[in-house]
């Protein structure tokens, strides 16, 4: 597709279920990012993957939080027992490569709520 | 850790100017971005500003960038309501990785 594609769109399931956050970069991008963003505030980093290693995981916030990217394409955000205070707008973005004269370009986000 | 403010909201009416503000504190940062959010949806890049550079224009938008004070401006000219949207602030982080930290984000909400 044109865009950075994420599924689902809304995600809402129970206290302490497991859940599963879809990336799709833009077709050649190398670099790919994961962001979280609270209700009302801006974007916190997560995780970086430059092809399909993660250099940076400092974001991850738990080790309840894993992601893994294959193929130099997919990525999958994974939160394992999940808790209230993880509810937030999930937000992947890719870029060209890793510099900073390649922006990020990012999709809509999958909104989480935890019941 | 490094940080970026803004102020979180801003009205103006309809046809004018719109200048949103930004501080950021990382004295290495190379670049600068603005982003767009409309409800519901992902940040939309609208420009972004390499640090040897002051200013930037791209047809209505302006950025303004004062390394010196560390302070980032993002001007848009003859304001409608289609710019009515939260307006982020980010730098690349110098510590490396291409991590963008964020500011909160400003409210611009434009009256006719």
């Known amino acids: 597709g044109a865009g950075v594609s994420q599924s689902p769109s809304n995600k809402v399931t129970e206290k302490g279920k497991d859940v599963e956050l879809r990336c799709d970069p833009i077709?050649?991008?190398?670099?790919l990012y994961w962001y979280r963003q609270r209700l009302g505030q801006g974007l916190e980093f997560l995780i970086y993957f430059q092809g399909n290693s993660a250099p940076d995981k400092s974001g991850l916030p738990s080790d309840r939080f894993s992601a893994e990217r294959t193929g130099e394409s997919v990525s999958t955000l994974t939160i394992q027992r999940t808790q209230q205070e993880d509810s937030a707008v999930y937000l992947c973005?890719?870029?060209?490569?890793?510099?900073?004269?390649?922006?990020?370009?990012f999709g809509d986000g999958t909104r989480l709520s935890i019941l | 850790g490094e940080d970026v403010e803004q102020s979180l909201f801003l009205s103006v009416r309809e046809g004018d100017s719109s200048v949103i503000n930004c501080t950021y504190t990382d004295s290495s940062s190379t670049y600068l971005y603005w982003y767009k959010q409309e409800p519901g949806a992902g940040l939309q890049l609208l420009t972004y500003?390499?640090?040897?550079?002051d200013m930037k224009q791209d047809q209505r938008l302006t950025v303004l960038l004062n390394k010196k004070d560390k302070h980032l401006s993002l001007r848009i000219a003859d304001t409608q309501t289609g710019d009515s949207a939260i307006y982020f602030c980010a730098d690349l982080y110098s510590g490396g990785y291409n991590k963008l930290i964020f500011g909160a984000g400003t409210r611009l909400a434009v009256h006719p």
């Open positions: 500003i390499f640090s040897n550079m």
């Open positions: 973005a890719s870029s060209l490569s890793g510099g900073g004269n390649q922006p990020q370009h």
């Open positions: 077709s050649g991008h190398t670099a």
